[in-house]
């Protein structure tokens, strides 16, 4: 079970945009992204601006 399973929306969301503010590897970025969408919250993203 992945780790990211334990955070709420609110702090998926969170880690997401300062992953992407922080310029992180492009793998830990696509991880977040795939759990949001698992989620169905990708609607409170710009998926505009997802790498």
Same mark, same amino acid.
């Given at each position: 079970?992945?780790? *990211?399973?334990?955070?709420?929306?609110? @702090? $998926?969301? =969170?880690?997401?945009?300062?992953?992407?503010?922080?310029? *992180?590897?492009?793998?830990?970025?696509? @991880? $977040?992204? =795939?759990?949001?969408?698992?989620?169905?919250?990708?609607?409170?993203?710009?998926?505009?601006?997802?790498?």
């Amino acid at each position: 079970m992945s780790g *990211l399973k334990h955070l709420s929306n609110d @702090l $998926l969301i =969170d880690s997401y945009f300062q992953a992407v503010k922080m310029d *992180l590897e492009s793998d830990f970025i696509g @991880l $977040l992204l =795939d759990e949001i969408r698992s989620r169905g919250i990708e609607s409170r993203i710009n998926l505009n601006l997802v790498p």
